[in-house]
């Protein structure tokens, strides 16, 4: 496939994207001030879908934006994302079927670079792209916390969440039960990414 045609296929979807209203209206028992608010339970999540996103990854020694169009196949146990950035495009596919006791992923990425032949690399990753299930936040013990106005979604609630027991994630869930985004931080290095998804199929 020539350059010019992934990169395409990639940005495209952004100028497509509307903005709706992910979870209106609101329940008075949703916000917290509310005299009537009550912890809601987790809920399942759509964990089958097929999205574009844009993601922003910064910490003291990177600032790194990267948008493009993810699949999360839990039931096959991958997630396919195809993103362009700085660097280019890339193909990786993260095989959540084959994970280290440490919680890294492998991961298959293709490169693909102007004048320049498809570089392959394969190996073990602390993955930006979690495997989303559709029990996950209820297994996690997931933490209602609250009504977030979000990019592209409109109004959805939030939850929160100990991912792999060690890094702190949000998740955000519209009033249809699909995942319509999540930001994290990883406290080793100060990291801190968010990811939006919108166009989504699920």
């Not at 045609?5 to 001030?33: D, N």
């Not at 912890?39 to 993601?55: C, D, G, L, M, N």
């Not at 990753?125 to 977030?148: C, E, H, K, R, W």
């Amino acid at each position: 496939m020539h350059f010019s045609a992934i990169f395409g296929s990639v940005l495209a979807p952004l100028a497509a994207a509307t903005s709706h209203s992910g979870c209106a209206p609101c329940k008075s028992s949703q916000i917290e001030f509310a005299s009537t608010f009550k912890q809601p339970e987790p809920p399942r999540i759509k964990h089958e879908f097929t999205a574009s996103f844009v993601q922003h990854k910064w910490n003291v020694n990177l600032s790194h934006i990267t948008q493009g169009y993810i699949t999360n196949a839990a039931s096959k146990g991958f997630v396919a994302v195809n993103q362009a950035n700085e660097d280019g495009l890339s193909l990786s596919f993260f095989d959540y079927k084959n994970v280290t006791k440490e919680g890294l992923v492998d991961n298959t990425l293709t490169t693909y670079r102007p004048n320049d032949k498809p570089q392959v690399w394969r190996g073990y990753v602390n993955s930006n792209f979690p495997i989303f299930q559709d029990d996950m936040l209820i297994t996690s013990g997931a933490v209602y916390t609250g009504m977030v106005d979000r990019d592209f979604v409109g109004l959805v609630a939030s939850w929160s969440i100990m991912y792999q027991g060690v890094i702190p994630v949000t998740t955000y869930v519209d009033n249809d039960n699909k995942l319509v985004g999540y930001d994290y931080f990883a406290p080793e290095l100060r990291t801190r990414a968010t990811t939006r998804f919108y166009n989504i199929k699920a």
